[in-house]
């Protein structure tokens, strides 16, 4: 039973071992041939670069600069592998902890603070990036992806063969997403339209403290097959594989070839938010069987044996890294809160009386205290 | 001016809103060939086709779920939820989803997605299929919530909320569905296709509409039980007390100020409406008035309304709805007070 539990790891797409050797693939090679040393390098420096800011951003809520901060450690394989295959027609719909996938998208990494500093729900311009606002309702943005998917194959950006035209949607939601009604529902929608939209389920094994044993007993990518959809399970924490499973899958969605399910098989390096305490349902044993599959030091460890990752390259990252570091402190500490009155804005698109009401008694209100003389 | 039933006035809307903009689409179960388990989108289908009158899978949350992403991509979908009952399953895709993408995104995305239900009782239906959940809608800031209870309206009001950059819950009075009356269908065509036609529908729809005029008590009703207030009206006209009646239309903004202007004026307001009363739409409009006209109030403000269960059986529903004794027996207590 348990070699076939969810958590076994054989049956994974693997074309980087966690000491870095590089293994053939016969249907995945083909999607990874474009990786030349610079491609790969970029990815290292991604990786790199989104850790940092993470470490960055965990250190300022510990100094409660952030209420809270959602750690991606671990997951930067799958996120910057899936996030490098992605083109410019391509839409993101994130969950809430796909910091490499923002960066990978053009996102200024020190704007998603905001959202932890408590100044706004939304953080970034979705349409500018092609990446949605994060969503906090496990799964519930997977119906909007599908949406969207099925949106953009009214308007003909699905198979017409011009990749200036064509795109597809990526959706990304963890294991416990997938006991969600809406995350089968949108398999349904998905699967009946053939709507061009990738789920990618970034299996870190825990649901805050919840085993994925809780979630499901058969290995996540299984879910797809009921719903006809082709899925494929690969080792999250091997960049080149996931850029090469999502690069077939979104290819395949973009070209008229409906949805693919990826599971990417991964951990939850951290906790699971800065609130977390990860020592009360997980053993030392576990944590290291999982720190010997880094993510970074398995590509780290395969460029280096290729002689494609000098120190020149290492010092130039890692003086990037300190450098968004410090702009991320220094933005973070500059923000001011919004006026008070900011929590009436964009309510509703055009006036509404209940909300005009308020506002204007609440203006009223606080300038009695400044008549007064009284700081509000 | 073109007589037509309110269920046929809601059809030629959709119609009318699927002519003037290719991106309204309408989504739901059971609403392409069969033309919807009321037939309200009958013969929609075979006109504007499946890819834009669209029988989706039966799951709720996917299709307001699904609308949510198409209407990020500027299509206006209409959504069909078959009945009151079943709008549940898409509770969190409305009032956390919907309602919030305008706010959270510091509105730089729009929903403009219309949920119709047809609601509320009196049709003999089984369990679930004759509630009045507008309350839980109206309690949510971002969404609109609406009842026509005319066909005039009925044909105005959606097509108003289609145009609305907001989202809309558009509720049907399902046992007026079948009422008749003369409906003029080039006013809002005008209204919609001239310049801010979208914010000046948006604002129409949002205001209430005194349907009688009266000196004594002030009758505050929507969707179903206008018919219900205009008829007590009537009523009590003939035992000598004059009654104004109020169609509020709108829920969500609640047109207090109509209600209250009238208020000052009789001194007495009576609220009808199918919804429990307890922490219903009544509650919120007594309080307002009880805080913008008190001095004028000779009787406490009442409530006229279905009770604090579920809603029952059709052997019962003529007990649990308002009916015409009950709004009258309201009338005399404020009379008398």
């Known amino acids: 039973m348990e070699a076939h539990g969810p958590r076994t790891d054989e049956d994974l797409i693997t074309l980087l071992t966690r000491t870095g050797e590089r293994l053939a693939h016969p249907d995945f090679d083909g999607f990874a041939a474009d990786l030349d040393a610079a491609a790969l390098r970029r990815m290292w420096r991604d990786m790199t670069v989104v850790r940092a800011f993470d470490n960055e951003a965990t250190s300022l809520q510990r100094q409660g600069e952030l209420g809270v901060w959602v750690q991606s450690l671990g997951q930067e394989a799958a996120q910057i592998g899936s996030g490098h295959a992605l083109n410019g027609n391509d839409f993101v719909f994130p969950s809430y902890r796909e910091h490499g996938v923002a960066l990978t998208r053009g996102v200024d990494m020190p704007e998603i603070l905001r959202i932890f500093r408590g100044l706004q729900h939304g953080a970034w311009d979705p349409e500018a990036h092609r990446f949605h606002l994060y969503t906090l309702v496990i799964g519930a943005h997977s119906l909007h992806a599908t949406g969207y998917a099925m949106a953009m194959d009214r308007d003909g950006m699905v198979g017409t063969g011009d990749p200036e035209r064509d795109g597809a949607v990526i959706c990304y939601f963890g294991d416990g997403a997938t006991s969600q009604g809406d995350v089968s529902e949108a398999m349904v929608f998905a699967a009946v339209n053939s709507a061009p939209v990738v789920f990618f389920v970034q299996n870190n094994q825990f649901a805050i403290s919840e085993p994925v044993t809780r979630q499901t007993r058969a290995p996540l990518a299984q879910r797809g097959a009921g719903f006809d959809i082709p899925s494929v399970r690969v080792d999250g924490n091997d960049v080149l594989a996931c850029y090469a499973v999502t690069r077939w899958a979104l290819e395949r969605a973009r070209s008229g070839g409906g949805p693919v399910l990826i599971e990417a098989f991964t951990y939850r390096m951290g906790a699971h938010t800065t609130a977390d305490d990860p020592t009360r349902y997980r053993t030392r044993a576990d944590e290291s069987y999982w720190a010997d599959r880094d993510p970074i030091a398995r590509l780290d460890a395969y460029l280096t044996a290729l002689g494609e990752l000098d120190d020149d390259v290492r010092e130039a990252v890692a003086a990037e890294a300190k450098a968004l570091g410090r702009r991320t402190r220094e933005t973070v500490r500059g923000w001011e809160s919004p006026t008070s009155t900011a929590m009436f804005d964009h309510v509703y698109a055009e006036p509404h009386a209940t909300v005009a009401a308020e506002r204007a008694w609440f203006e009223r209100y606080e300038r009695s205290f400044a008549d007064q003389g009284v700081h509000a | ?337």
């Open chain 2, 1 to 337: 001016m073109t007589q037509m039933t309110l269920a046929g006035a809601i059809n030629r809307g959709l119609r009318a809103a699927m002519d003037r903009d290719e991106k309204v689409l309408l989504m739901g179960e059971d609403i392409g060939q069969l033309g919807g388990v009321f037939r309200v989108t009958d013969g929609l289908w075979k006109d504007f086709g499946p890819e834009r009158v669209m029988d989706t899978p039966l799951a709720e949350s996917g299709i307001v779920g699904t609308a949510i992403g198409m209407s990020m991509r500027g299509y206006r979908p209409v959504v069909e939820i078959q009945f009151d009952g079943f709008i549940f399953p898409a509770f969190d895709q409305i009032t956390t989803q919907l309602a919030k993408m305008h706010y959270r995104s510091q509105g730089r995305i729009q929903l403009p997605v219309v949920v119709r239900v047809p609601f509320a009782g009196g049709i003999g239906g089984l369990e679930h299929h004759s509630e009045s959940p507008e309350a839980l809608f109206a309690h949510t800031a971002g969404l609109r919530v609406i009842s026509p209870a005319t066909p005039q309206d009925a044909f105005d009001m959606i097509q108003q909320a289609i145009a609305s950059p907001d989202p809309v819950i558009f509720l049907e009075p399902k046992a007026r569905y079948w009422d008749k009356g003369e409906v003029d269908e080039t006013r809002v065509d005008a209204q919609l296709s001239g310049e801010d036609g979208a914010s000046a529908g948006t604002a129409e729809m949002s205001r209430g509409r005194v349907a009688r005029q009266g000196t004594d008590v002030t009758l505050v009703a929507y969707g179903p039980t206008v018919r219900l207030a205009l008829q007590a009206a009537e009523l009590a006209g003939a035992d000598g007390t004059s009654i104004e009646v109020v169609d509020l239309r709108s829920i969500s903004p609640l047109d207090s100020e109509t209600v209250v202007r009238s208020a000052k004026r009789t001194g007495r307001v009576v609220i009808v409406h199918e919804a429990p009363t307890t922490y219903g739409p009544g509650a919120e409009l007594s309080a307002r008035v009880a805080e913008q006209a008190f001095f004028h109030l000779h009787a406490p403000v009442l409530r006229v309304g279905g009770f604090h269960a579920p809603y029952p059986g059709a052997k019962l529903e003529h007990d649990y709805l308002p009916n015409l004794d009950r709004v009258l027996d309201a009338v005399d207590r404020v009379m008398t007070h």
